[in-house]
């Protein structure tokens, strides 16, 4: 069986920072990337980051660009994401997904950690 959980979130003022981890159990076979994803109440679920399981290749998205760094520990099967710089927009559940291809749509990432809470205020 295949497992994510991520942890890491919290409450945190704006302008601070804080690491999202993503721990992995289970083999998974054939999958391409690891994703960050977001999601704020009423609004759609956002692809912020992935990182190519392949070769490393990484990509963030515009919002989040300059601030956010993703990485990954291919031994423990951990995936990281640090967040610098925050701010209210940023205040969001954020999952960790696997799937086949490097891609910021949700529907192609096959498994999903159950989210973390992200809260970015004064």
């Known amino acids: 069986q295949v497992q994510l959980v991520e942890s890491g979130g919290g409450l945190v003022q704006p302008g601070g920072s804080l690491r999202l981890s993503c721990t992995t159990s289970?083999?998974?076979?054939?999958?391409?990337?690891i994703g960050w994803f977001r999601q704020a109440p009423g609004k759609e679920r956002e692809g912020i980051s992935y990182?190519?399981?392949?070769?490393?290749?990484?990509y963030y998205a515009d919002s989040v660009k300059g601030r956010f760094t993703i990485s990954r520990d291919n031994a423990r099967d951990t995936v990281f994401l640090q967040m610098n710089s925050l701010k209210p927009d940023d205040t969001a559940i954020y999952y960790c997904?696997?799937?086949?291809?490097?891609?910021?749509?949700?529907?192609?990432?096959?498994?999903w950690g159950q989210g973390t809470q992200v809260t970015v205020s004064s």
């Open positions: 990182i190519s399981i392949t070769d490393g290749h990484t």
């Open positions: 289970g083999y998974i076979r054939g999958d391409g990337a």
């Open positions: 997904a696997r799937g086949p291809v490097p891609t910021t749509i949700p529907r192609f990432y096959r498994y």
